[in-house]
């Protein structure tokens, strides 16, 4: 068995590395624009600071807080956390109400998180 040079070895993972971080990016990327829409674009009432707002201003707020922390946001559970979770100002959670009670925002968007990364997943 021959043996393989470890500078090969190097140069083949950093090719590797150098291509999987572009995708992990865009798909990153494009998770973020995807909860941004389904909070703009639904029917559900959202909570922030005891306060209805509709889901274009709840994106709205959401997109601002996004793009202060953006630096620190390297995957869309980071987002969620850093964006839509929590008011600063209280610290009360923002909540969201589709049909009875209201839940937890933060929930309900890890919950359409994962029901896009399941529809969105390579086939195996």
């Not at 509709?54 to 707020?61: I, L, N, Q, S």
């Amino acid at each position: 068995m021959r043996r393989v040079p470890m500078r090969l070895v190097v140069v083949a993972l950093l090719i590797l590395v150098q291509l999987v971080i572009p995708a992990r990016a865009d798909s990153t990327a494009n998770e973020i624009a995807y909860l941004l829409k389904v909070i703009r674009e639904s029917p559900c009432t959202f909570i922030r600071n005891g306060s209805d707002y509709d889901g274009a201003a709840a994106a709205e707020h959401v997109e601002a807080k996004y793009a202060h922390y953006k630096s620190e946001i390297k995957t869309a559970e980071d987002f969620i956390d850093r964006s839509a979770t929590k008011s600063l100002l209280s610290g009360d959670p923002y909540q969201v109400q589709c049909e009875g009670a209201p839940s937890l925002a933060a929930e309900w968007l890890r919950d359409v998180l994962r029901s896009y990364r399941a529809a969105h997943a390579p086939p195996q």
